[in-house]
């Protein structure tokens, strides 16, 4: 039981520079959702999804696109890399009807 | 708009001493309320949930929480720590709206020494 991948695990970026971070679950979940992970800062909500097709902004967006062409994959997509997206981004699901959200491991992100 | 305050960025316990880490939240109704565990290296594992009924809440690992409404506040505790504990915790609350959305808090990272 996989649960929530995400590849890679570990990437370093130039300035400028676009990559995909991809994110699979094999659950079966509607909701999906992006969090950026900076020290002190806790999570903060990038994107998510409700379900294949339907996806909206969370609190940070800016720099960052998503899509949801199927139930169990939902790529953050930078299209010109920043310093400032140098930080642990985390793929989460959830189930309708449930309310845990069950993490993927990170991907650990520099931008230089 | 839902928020959550970690107060304390480090906790350092002995092993074996009992531990809370306090959180408070802001919300305009009764909110679901979470306690995540993120070990080094690692993603957030569910501790405990509350959204309804009796307000002391049992999680795994040995854990447990107590919501307060008249604090507006979600503390965790543990009677006995174990070097294994050693870990960030993160508080959330979440969205009661429909899409449960957690806003989480800016973590505590628990330091435990022998």
């Known amino acids: 039981n996989a649960g929530v991948t995400q590849t890679p695990k570990f990437r370093i970026l130039k300035i400028g520079q676009s990559m995909t971070l991809q994110c699979t679950q094999d659950?079966?979940?509607?909701?999906m959702y992006w969090y950026r992970q900076d020290p002190g800062m806790g999570l903060k909500l990038i994107y998510y999804?409700?379900?294949?097709?339907?996806?909206d902004k969370g609190e940070v967006p800016n720099g960052y696109n998503v899509s949801r062409s199927t139930t169990e994959d939902f790529p953050l997509r930078l299209e010109l890399a920043a310093p400032s997206q140098t930080s642990v981004y985390f793929c989460?699901?959830?189930?309708?009807?449930?309310?845990?959200?069950?993490f993927g491991q990170g991907t650990r992100l520099t931008v230089v | 708009a839902q928020s959550v305050t970690q107060p304390d960025i480090h906790i350092t316990v002995s092993e074996g001493a009992s531990l809370e880490l306090r959180c408070n939240y802001s919300?305009?109704?009764?909110?679901?309320l979470f306690w995540y565990v993120q070990s080094p290296g690692q993603g957030l594992q569910l501790l405990l949930k509350?959204?309804?009924?009796?307000?002391l809440v049992q999680g795994i690992k040995g854990f447990e929480a107590e919501f307060k409404r008249s604090q507006s506040s979600f503390n965790l505790r543990k009677p006995s720590v174990h070097w294994s504990d050693a870990a960030e915790y993160f508080c959330a609350v979440g969205d009661t709206g429909g899409s449960y959305i957690p806003t989480f808090g800016r973590g505590t990272s628990l330091i435990v020494h022998p």
């Open positions: 989460a699901s959830r189930d309708r009807g449930s309310t845990e959200a069950f």
């Open positions: 999804s409700v379900g294949a097709g339907i996806t």
């Open positions: 919300y305009g109704a009764t909110p679901y």
């Open positions: 659950m079966n979940h509607n909701y």
């Open positions: 509350y959204f309804s009924g009796d307000t």
